[in-house]
T-cell receptor
Framework: DAGVIQSPRHEVTEMGQEVTLRCKPI?????LFWYRQTMMRGLELLIY????????DSGMPEDRFSAKMPNASFSTLKIQPSEPRDSAVYFC??????????????FGQGTRLTVV | GQSLEQPSEVTAVEGAIVQINCTYQ??????LSWYQQHDGGAPTFLSY????GLEETGRFSSFLSRSDSYGYLLLQELQMKDSASYFC??????????FGTGTRLQVFP
């Protein structure tokens, strides 16, 4: 398997624009997580899905953020409108149910978002 | 809620041994994990402790004391390539996988 695939790897956009980040989890994994990483706040869990269903979105910072998982092989994280403080690296991670207890999650390479 | 505390930075020389501590507070507990992240890279899973005691994987060992809500990662025979950030993580009864603040390890020749 190619691992968790995220696109784009880098995104530079202007304030106010819509940004869509994409993630393809590892086939067969039941859990999908979206994280945001900044120097100040570390790795923050934004939202996670189990079997394509959003379970907990309490980490989503504002209504400007939304996430979907229309099927088991694809998820999106959308920011509309984007603001400079959204600049961060966004990671998607997936995990199989069999690794639930061991908490082993597989991360994509991340999308580095810069909002100017 | 859940929170994990780690030292922000640790330095050591090649060949040395270093210990990175993690204290946690969580509702429910499924064990403590450790992840490594090199600059510009993605976090990668290193180890997991579900029960008290020491788990060894090559040069790396991880320890857990559930009664103390404490664990550590022990890195032996340090190499330059071990320079990275190390995160502890827990999954509580909410299923969330929460990460600590991260410890930046710098290994000097």
């Amino acid at each position: 398997d190619a691992g968790v695939i995220q696109s784009p790897r880098h995104e530079v956009t202007e304030m106010g624009q819509e940004v869509t980040l994409r993630c393809k989890p590892i086939s067969g994994h039941d859990y999908l997580f979206w994280y945001r990483q900044t120097m100040m706040r570390g790795l923050e869990l934004l939202i996670y899905f189990n079997n394509n269903v959003p379970i907990d979105d309490s980490g989503m910072p504002e209504d400007r953020f939304s996430a979907k998982m229309p099927n088991a092989s694809f998820s999106t994280l959308k920011i509309q409108p984007s603001e400079p403080r959204d600049s961060a690296v966004y990671f998607c991670a997936s995990s199989p149910t069999t690794a639930f207890v061991s908490t082993e999650a597989f991360f994509g390479q991340g999308t580095r978002l810069t909002v100017v | 809620g859940q929170s994990l505390e780690q030292p922000s930075e640790v330095t050591a020389v090649e060949g040395a041994i270093v210990q990175i501590n993690c204290t946690y507070q969580t509702s429910g507990f499924y064990g403590l994990s450790w992840y490594q992240q090199h600059d510009g890279g993605a976090p990668t899973f290193l180890s997991y402790n579900g029960l008290d005691g020491l788990e060894e994987t090559g040069r790396f060992s991880s320890f857990l004391s559930r009664s103390d809500s404490y664990g550590y990662l022990l890195l032996q025979e340090l190499q330059m390539k071990d320079s990275a950030s190390y995160f502890c993580a827990v999954r509580g009864n909410t299923d969330k996988l929460i990460f600590g603040t991260g410890t930046r390890l710098q290994v000097f020749p």
